[in-house]
């Protein structure tokens, strides 16, 4: 289970061709969580599916020339994936019941989801989202030893 849904996330490709980078790689945006769409596998397309649900992320924010996207695949495993502006590898921290079990580096394939994730944070596509802790909204951190942190967010 380690990181089984990620991999699969991490290579799938949108069905259709690429979009412009002028324009969003999401297929919808719910309030500041944005949607990916991963084409049907040949397997899935055998077994009659003609659709499937959407990989739901989230932003954290950029730091240091970073990108982190937040996914929560199943309810209780996170990953927070972070990759540089020009995205070939990214960094995958996995969570499982809220403790950090795994960071792994993987392929940012040209086309796959996350790629087009990275591609749309670094495009400015994607919000940052907060969190509100206390009476406060922070941003959240995956630092590198898999902690996450909270602190103040960027003024805009």
């Known amino acids: 289970m380690k990181l089984i849904a990620f991999f699969a996330l991490a290579l799938a490709v949108l069905s259709g061709p690429a979009l412009a980078q002028t324009k969003p790689n999401f297929a919808m945006r719910d309030g500041l969580a944005y949607g990916y769409e991963a084409a049907l596998s040949l397997d899935a397309i055998a077994k009659g599916a003609v659709t499937q649900p959407l ?3 989230r ?6 020339g970073s990108h982190q996207i937040f996914y929560k695949p199943t309810p209780n495993v996170i990953q927070v994936m972070q990759c ?3 995205c070939r590898f990214a960094k995958v921290f996995t969570y499982v019941d809220e403790s950090h079990t795994s960071t792994e580096t993987i392929r940012a394939v040209p086309g796959s989801l996350i790629a087009l994730m990275f591609q749309d944070a670094s495009n400015g596509h994607l919000e940052q989202f907060l969190y509100v802790r206390g009476k406060k909204k922070q941003a959240a951190w995956v630092e590198a030893s898999g902690a996450m942190k909270f602190h103040e967010p960027p003024s805009k």
């Not at 932003?59 to 240091?64: T, V």
């Open 55 to 57: 990989h739901m992320v």
């Open 59 to 64: 932003y954290l924010g950029r730091r240091g």
């Open 84 to 86: 540089d502006d020009v």
